[in-house]
């Protein structure tokens, strides 16, 4: 079983086993069923199981000591304990004492010094009657045990140590009643045990977890300022792209607005024999996706046209955007068309939707397509072709869903021949063409026309206008109208203005010496204009007292688009100055 006190310098530790008697003759097991018994005290039971029970939950470290207690209680016993194995398993040590050896608790001795080794390897209940003459060193241990019964004690099915009851003299002889008691109270101990011990794996654990969240809450602590640092800068970030996407938004409005307002709604006013003709293509291609590309003379009604295809497709409650090839810088053109992202060339301080991104579901009206430079023909085409387009300095294709009308005053066939426009960007173009016939060629529209414009001009004048003179009427029909309709328009509109009769009349110098087609000749961004046309656009500068647009401007004396003679005027650097002052 155990040495008393400190063993290992104990003289007995080290006493001769030699002369031990063998087990046989100290085991008396078999004597405590024959010995009478008395009977079961199951209220006694139950009281010390609810004793071990409530130690259990109070004080679980002490459920060891309340067993030697109850077990010394229990079997009326003169000392009783535990002894456990050490975890080399090769010592016991008295890990509970009650009665006369409770002085030993805590002691230990070799495994086979005692009778707790010889239990084990038998794994049963063992009684033992002076155990003395096999263990020598017991013989030390006083007071001397008369009888010991001993029973295994398991933690998780394994035999760890004994439980054992001593009787010190003849006083009384352990019964099969006291062994009942040992192996009861022996089960439920080691059962309260093992919750002893899940209890402290659980308390490691619960320890090991508080740790750890300390350490991830200083961690965390250590991330929060900059964390939050990070997040406010996010935040601020968010908020200027916020702010650039509304700007941007808005930007988007006004452009689709000042687009728009130009407007759907100018009339397509005539009712001659090839202007009907016309309109009857409008109204079989309009509901088509078809792109159309519309020629004619400068004037003629081309955009106008245009708009009646779009407001007749089932784009209609879309943009419609257009775009005068002829009008826009020769380096500004892709970006205008397509694009740029921020920062994509010197300038482009943030990003900038092209005509083709805010045309998109709805049509675009490519005017002066002739006039386009060669490699944006080209970009152009590859864009018709892949239905795909990209910013400038952007990363990726944006697709498109776009109509594409174009219109040209050029005799395209020409500029192919001369090398100036490309053959595949013509046929990409040329799908439905619609020729939209000059004014001398269907001069019963004017008539009509100037009715209309006079309506128009007067009204927007606070004017009262019932007619014409016969013999302006007589010189708007015989005259050949280079300007077509634009230079009617503007004759009109310039009538108005001086007028101060009911009945309007044309001065027949207004007329004369127009016969100037400039965009038929030459681009804006060819880089050797004729000096003839050079000449031309001053003496209608200098007529207009420098001034391009408006009825009395160059633009309309020439019958021109003011937007493409002020792009001329750029190319070609005139100074509209003098004419100004002169
Ligand atoms: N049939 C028409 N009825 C009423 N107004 C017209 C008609 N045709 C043209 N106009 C007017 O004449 C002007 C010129 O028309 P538009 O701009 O469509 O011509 P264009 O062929 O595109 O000219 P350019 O080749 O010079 O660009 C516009 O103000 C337009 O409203
Ligand atoms: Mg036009």
Not at 267 to 287: D, M, Y
């Given at each position: ?485 634009r230079e009617l328009q503007n004759v009109i509109e310039r009538a108005v203005i001086v007028s101060d009769s009911d009945i309007l009349s044309i001065d027949e110098q207004w007329l004369s010496g127009r016969a100037f087609r400039p965009p038929a000749v030459t681009s804006p961004h060819t ?56």
């Amino acid at each position: 079983m155990i040495a008393s006190g400190n063993s290992r310098n104990d003289p007995f530790e080290s006493s001769n086993q030699i002369a031990a008697a063998p087990l046989e003759s100290i085991v008396c097991t078999q004597a405590l069923r024959n010995r009478p018994s008395r009977s079961p005290e199951y209220e006694k039971e139950t009281r010390a199981l609810a004793a071990l029970a409530r130690a259990l939950a109070d004080s679980p470290r002490t459920i060891l000591q309340t067993l030697a207690d109850k077990v010394f209680e229990m079997l009326n016993a003169d000392s009783a304990g535990l002894s456990l194995l050490t975890k080399d398993e090769k010592r016991f040590y008295w890990a509970a004492v009650a009665g006369a050896w409770r002085p030993h608790v805590g002691a230990d001795a070799p495994r086979n010094f005692g009778p707790c080794g010889d239990v084990l390897d038998h794994n049963s209940p063992m009684l033992f009657a002076h155990w003395e003459r096999r263990y020598p060193y017991l013989s030390w241990v006083m007071p001397l045990a008369d009888e010991g019964l001993l029973v295994p004690f398991y933690v998780n099915g394994k035999a760890v140590g004994t439980i054992w009851a001593v009787a010190h003299g003849n006083r009384r002889k352990f019964d099969a009643e006291d062994l009942r008691l040992l192996e009861s109270m022996s089960r439920f101990a080691s059962a309260a045990y093992q919750s002893v011990q899940s209890i402290e794996t659980l308390k490691v654990e619960v320890a090991a977890r508080e740790k750890a969240e300390t350490a991830l809450q200083e961690l965390t602590d250590g991330l929060e300022i900059p964390v939050r640092v990070r997040t406010e800068e996010l935040e601020q970030r968010n908020k200027e792209v916020k702010q650039l996407q509304e700007q941007l938004y808005k930007e988007n409005i006004v452009l689709r607005e000042e687009i728009d307002k130009a407007s759907m709604f100018e009339e397509l006013v005539g009712s001659s024999e090839p202007l009907r003709k016309v309109l009857l293509q409008v109204a079989k291609v309009a509901p088509t996706e078809s792109t159309v590309l519309i020629t004619g003379e400068t004037g003629t009604g081309k955009e106008l046209i245009a708009r009646s295809i779009h407001k007749r497709s089932r784009r209609f409650s879309r943009a419609f955007v257009s775009v005068n090839c002829a009008a826009i810088p020769y380096s500004l053109i892709a970006s205008e068309l397509f694009g740029h992202e921020k920062g994509a060339f010197t300038g482009a301080v943030q990003r900038r939707l092209g005509r083709f991104e805010l045309a998109e579901g709805g049509t675009i009206f490519l005017d002066e397509i002739g006039d386009l430079p060669e490699d944006s023909q080209h970009t152009l085409l590859r864009v018709l072709q892949e239905r795909e387009f990209e910013r400038v300095g952007g990363s990726g294709p944006i697709h498109m869903n776009v109509r594409v009308i174009a219109a040209t005053n050029h005799n395209l066939e020409v500029a192919i021949a001369d090398g100036t426009f490309r053959a595949d960007l013509f046929y990409r173009l040329n799908v439905f063409p619609l020729e939209v016939p000059a004014l001398r060629e269907r001069r019963t529209d004017i008539p009509m026309l100037v009715e209309y414009f006079i309506h128009r001009y007067a009204k927007r004048a606070g004017k009262k206008i019932r007619g014409i003179s016969k013999e302006t009427s007589n010189l708007l029909q015989s005259y050949d109208w280079p300007g077509n309709i634009r230079e009617l328009q503007n004759v009109i509109e310039r009538a108005v203005i001086v007028s101060d009769s009911d009945i309007l009349s044309i001065d027949e110098q207004w007329l004369s010496g127009r016969a100037f087609r400039p965009p038929a000749v030459t681009s804006p961004h060819t880089s050797a204009p004729a000096t003839h046309e050079k000449d031309i656009i001053e003496a209608a500068l200098s007529e207009s007292k420098g001034r391009v647009a408006g009825p009395f401007g160059a633009a309309a004396r020439l019958g021109v688009p003011s937007s493409t003679l002020e792009s001329k005027i750029k190319v070609m650097k005139i100074n509209k100055r003098p004419f100004k002052e002169a």
